[in-house]
Structures are given as C-alpha cells and as structure tokens.
C-alpha cells in the first residue's frame, strides 16, 4: 500500500467528506510551486484559493511566525496583545481613511460582523440588499445573503431579511428599498460566481444612493482585498469609500484571520458584549498579517500585479483568439476568469496532469488567480500548458478522470524530491 493511499484511507475513516476532494497529497510550497506526496512538482495557479497572495512560505511571513511562535501564541481579547495593534494600524495606513478593525477568524465570521454591525446600527432596519452570483459565506446569515440558491438547498429556512437583486442594475437596488433597509452588501468582483465585475459607474451610484438613504454601503473584500487587483482593497479602484469592508483569505498569508472594518466614526455602535471572536485578531496570525502588509509593500508587490496584469490579459485574449471555446475573458489584477462554452472541469483536470493547478467556478468559468508576486516566467508555462490542453482535451471524460484517479493526478513534468 502505497503512502498516497494510506492518506486517502485516513481520511475516508475520519475526516467528513465535505469537500470534493481531487486526489493529491501537498507536502510542500515554494512561491507559486507544491510538491506532492510522491515528487511530482505543480505550478499553482490558485494558491489557496486565493488565501496565498505572495505564494507558498512566503520568507518574511514565515519568520515572523518563527519570531512570535517562540513568545507568545495567544491571549483572549480581554487583554491588548501588541501585533493586533500594530495589525490595526497597518490596515490603516492602507486605507487612507480613519477605519476602526474587528478581528476574527475567517470571511464568513467578518460578514457575519457587518451584517449584525448593520442591524445593531440601524436601530430596527434589518434588511440587507445582496446580489444574484454573490457569495458571502457558509454560515447561514452570510449563506442568506449569499445569491446563489446552489449553497442554500438543504438548510431552510434561511434568516430573513436578505433581498437579492441583479447585479450592476440600479434601478433594482432602488426598486428593493424599503423603510426597512439597513445596508447594501456586496463583492465588487464577484470571484465564486463567475468574475462578474462591477461597473464604476454603478458603484458611484450605489454610494450616493446609500448616503441619500442613510444605509451603510458593506463591501466585501474576502477574495478581493489584499492586493488581488493591483490596488490594496478594491474599492479603491472605484474612487469610493465604503461604511464597512470585509476581509479574510490573504491577510493571513496562510494562518486564519479575517477583518471587518468600519468607518471610524460609527463604529462605537458594537459596544463591549454585542460582538466577540475567541481566537479573533490573536498575536500569531496578526504577526504574520502585518508582515503580508509589510511585505507587499517592501516588495511592491502592487506595481508588479498592475504590470503582470496586462501581460497575463494578453496571453489569454490571444488563446480567446485561437480557441473558439472561449467565450470571454474578464478580470481585474490577478483575478482572472476564461469562460468557455461547455464545462471547464475536464480542462482543469487535464491542466493538473500536466503540472498546473487551476479552478472552475459557475461550472464553466476557469478562474486564475495567481499568486501576487508572479513572473513572466510562470506566466508563459501556464499559458503554454492551457494551450496544450485547450489543443487537445483528450479522451472521454469517464476514462480520463479514472485515468487520472489511477496516477494520483502524478505531473507529466520531471520529478523533484519534497524534501
């Protein structure tokens, strides 16, 4: 029995089965490379799932780990730890306006902080207007204000008080208000619903609108936020400043934090007891974050995904050109989605046996997000590999993936040791 299966067995005893699961085994990252549990090297075109802005291991993240895990790894918020305010601070520095951070552990518990920040604000309004594609979450008021019915089946009846509305049409965001409506809370690049971006011109409209009602404007920055589009948060592509933003995945460069941010002047209105997160904000994960921060800096990171940005929109509208399949490219920085005409799970598929991780999102929406930090050089070998199996899918699709469960998904490229 080899070591691959002993891990599949493993989990198939003890671990719920909640995730679709392809079959690899990760030992270790480098940058924007992992090695499996049997040599084989992928380049990672979506590292974490957005989670790994600056690649796997990032030096200055894991040394700051290093530095703190020796000291101190936690204390309850009841007392002030120093990382978690120097964490506020950067954030802030970022933000270029006066934020006050709440801290927690994840997107869904940041959303879950605004969307009852709003509540709390609003003094009896509770509605929250969302959106069709959206995605906020898996905990049942960030899966209510979620619009997409996919995630939803099997757990009614959800909260009430969510309105979900077309996305990027002003005329139903206002046909939705009511003397009941506290927020509007949305993704300004919609990533799990398909990289739906939101045009400028709406969300000037969608600020002024919420200031002419007096309803807070909630962006959520969970996939967004960190660099992704070659600003620190996306709003501040749109010339805005939202009441609250989110945010989670990348700040962590791989620990597990999430943030909500509030606009300083309201936001006394959780008071001590209306609100708290055990782990929230610790001194391990606020330590790294503030070296992610520190690092996109230092690095300038941001210059790099404005000009990688292009280069990698080129190489994809040039396989749109080549390729009838696809239908569209979109994107914004690093936050790129190919939508094809028929279902992009067999690309990705053939793309993993060939060395290169990718996702498909809204069934045939291949999503590329790379990491922030990336080169030409790794630009050109995923572009070279989705050509090569853009060019040729292969067999059917029954024989390929059982094909594929029989190897371990093992890359065609030259094996290198895990170490």
Known sequence: MTKLQDVFNIYKDYVMPTYTKQPLVFVKGKGSYLWDIQGNKYLDFFPGWGVCNLGHCHPKVMSAVKDQVIKLIFVPNNYYNLPQAKLAQELNHWTKYPFKAFFCNSGAEA????????????????????????????????????????????????????????????????SALTSKTAAIMLELIQGEGGINIASRGFILNLRQLCDDENILLIIDEVQTGIGRTGKMFAWQNYGIVPDIFTMAKALGGGLPIGAMMVKKDISDCLTPGTHASTFGGGPLVAKAAVAVLRSIQKEKIL???QKMSEYLHGKLQELKNKYPVIKEVRGLGMMWGVELKQEGKIIVEQCIKQG???????????????????????????????????????????KRLNDLKADGFRAINKKEGAG
Do not use: W
């Not at 609003?122 to 209510?144: C, M, N, P």
């Not at 929406?365 to 995923?382: D, F, W």
């Open 111 to 174: 959303n879950e902080a605004a969307i009852k920040f709003s509540r709390k604000f609003g003094k009896g309004k509770y509605e929250i207007i969302t959106f069709d594609d959206s995605f906020h979450g898996r905990t049942l008021a960030a899966l209510a204000a979620t619009g997409q019915a996919k995630y939803q089946q099997g757990f009614a009846p959800m909260p009430e008080g969510f309105k979900r509305v077309k996305f990027n049409d002003l005329l139903a965001v206002k």
């Open 303 to 305: 210059s790099n995904v």
């Open 356 to 398: 290169l991780l990718i996702n498909c999102t809204h069934d045939t929406v291949l999503r590329l997000m790379p990491a922030l930090n990336i080169g030409k050089t790794e630009i050109n070998k995923a572009i070279k590999i989705l050509d090569n199996v853009l060019k040729d899918t292969g067999p059917a699709p029954s």
